[in-house]
């Protein structure tokens, strides 16, 4: 039997960072993973493969609607789904080749299969294609598995025309009306992919506003701005039921005013969120206590109540994001070796990958006024950006909210062209407990979209922007 001091359930973001940090700090390290691929969700039916169709159709929708503003004409424009789709497969091949390379170079084990607990330190591996059971003995566990989309209950999901992310990465046509259930990231995402191929996309919300979790502000302008490509919104709007019939789907809710109403199209995506996969660990075997929602229940270490068993990313509490995992299977790898890491989860930023960007760090308007706090704005609109305007990129802004007495910075939302980018300067900005006034006199390099960051904070200073 093969004994490890660190062994690792699941491949993801969370998981193979783990693994590789754990390997670098001396530990024998083995990693299980039940798919024949690694990375996870992230790299495999997640944000990989989306941000490679995000970028396809971007660039049709430029070619269509925003070349000639430069002086380019095109004819006989035309959308091959066929390559679209298959060269996203291939930037996730050579992503999930890159993590194999990575566990090579670490001498990680990878172990292909199902992994269970027997007790708290014997893992058995059931195969998923071929070959015999083992089972290993290891000092410790990390459990990343991650999550898997909701499902309704009463929908029933085909995975043909009523899906879910996973299969909407791999429609071969443009659709002639997708209906998606939920004005979520990843609703928003892949109805901004297949709006700009063409498909008539309308987002059906329970909620009245977009990305509900992000500062209100964002979702309306986001929700703005995305009505300029097609996409029309259906907020408080509660689903009923889903339907098909042949190649039609119809989808029934409830409007604001209590009444039915119906959307007939070919595809429907639901997208209401992610829950925790731990199916088929056997948990119980090893004692782990649960919590709600099917969260596993862990301490300020990310240990569960049995000793020496851990558990980061989505499989506990907190935003599922692939850096949020990440910088757990950091933590957790430097905390079984007794170093003393740390993670300021209030500047973990959650992204949206729409164009334009949306990202946000640390607090919103709403939780600074729901706790009391006394704070300021600067804002400034890339309207009033000269780089801004050179692309064409107008839709937006940076929002800071800064102490109204000490100026530190506890909050930055943006929206606009690069966030997905710039927000780090704001992440950096606030682990140093920056104030506003320091970022207004940093030099930012002009023309670029970073000088709205510099404005807004110079706004938020005693009203100082500059160009607005």
């Known amino acids: 039997m093969n004994q490890y001091d660190v062994t690792v359930i699941g491949s993801g973001p969370g998981g193979y960072v783990a693994a590789i940090r754990c390997a670098q700090l001396g530990l024998k390290t083995a990693i299980i993973e039940k798919y024949p691929t690694l990375g996870g969700t992230c790299l495999n039916v997640g944000c990989i493969p989306s941000k490679a169709l995000l970028d396809s159709s971007e660039h049709y929708h430029n070619a269509h609607s925003v070349f000639q503003d430069h002086g380019i004409g095109l004819e006989n424009l035309t959308v091959d789904m066929n390559r679209m789709i298959d060269r996203k497969a291939g930037v996730v091949k050579a992503n999930v080749d890159g993590i194999s390379y990575l566990m090579k170079k670490n001498k990680i084990d990878v172990i292909t299969g199902v992994g269970s607990f027997i007790d708290k330190t014997h893992i058995s591996i059931a195969p998923t294609a071929g070959g015999e059971a083992q089972q290993i003995e290891t000092k410790n566990v990390i459990i990343a598995t991650g999550s898997k989309p909701t499902v309704l209950p009463f929908i029933a999901q085909d995975k043909q025309r009523i899906i879910t992310s ?95 109403v119906k959307f007939e199209g070919d595809y429907c995506l639901v997208a209401v969120g992610r829950v925790p996969y731990t199916a088929g660990l056997n948990l119980e075997a090893a004692g782990i206590e649960m919590e709600e929602r099917g969260r596993i229940k862990v301490d300020a ?94 839709d937006g802004f940076v929002k800071v909210l800064a102490d109204k007495t000490t100026d530190e910075i506890l909050g930055v939302h943006m929206i606009g062209p690069r966030i997905a980018d710039l927000i780090a300067e704001a992440v950096t900005a606030m682990e140093f407990r920056a104030s506003a006034e320091d970022v207004a006199r940093m030099s930012h390099s002009h023309p670029t979209y970073a000088e709205a960051m510099k404005e807004a904070c110079l706004a938020a200073t005693e009203n100082r922007a500059i160009h607005m």
Do not use: C
């Open 301 to 394: 270490h990310l240990q569960t109540n049995v000793p020496g068993i851990y558990a980061i990313g989505d499989v506990i509490r907190g935003a599922m994001l692939a850096h949020k995992a990440e910088e757990e299977g950091v933590f957790v790898a430097e905390t079984i070796v007794g170093q003393k890491p740390h993670i300021n989860y209030l500047l973990i930023p959650g992204v949206v990958y729409t164009w334009p960007e949306v990202a946000g760090v640390g607090y919103t308007e709403e939780q600074l006024k729901e706790q009391g706090k006394a704070y300021k704005i600067g804002s400034f609109p890339f309207k009033a950006s000269g780089r801004a305007r050179a692309s064409g990129d107008t």
């Open 166 to 260: 996973t299969e909407a990465l791999n429609i071969r046509e443009v659709p002639r009306h997708m209906i998606v259930i939920g004005g979520g990231v990843i609703g928003l995402e892949m109805a901004s992919v297949y709006a700009r191929l063409g498909a008539k996309v309308s987002v059906v919300e329970f909620l009245d506003s977009l990305i509900p979790t992000m500062d209100r502000g964002l979702g309306k302008e986001l929700k703005r701005v995305l009505g300029k490509i097609g996409i029309e919104f259906f907020l408080s709007h509660k689903v009923t039921g889903a339907t098909r019939e042949g190649d039609s789907v119809t989808v029934t809710a409830l409007n604001p005013k209590g009444e039915e």
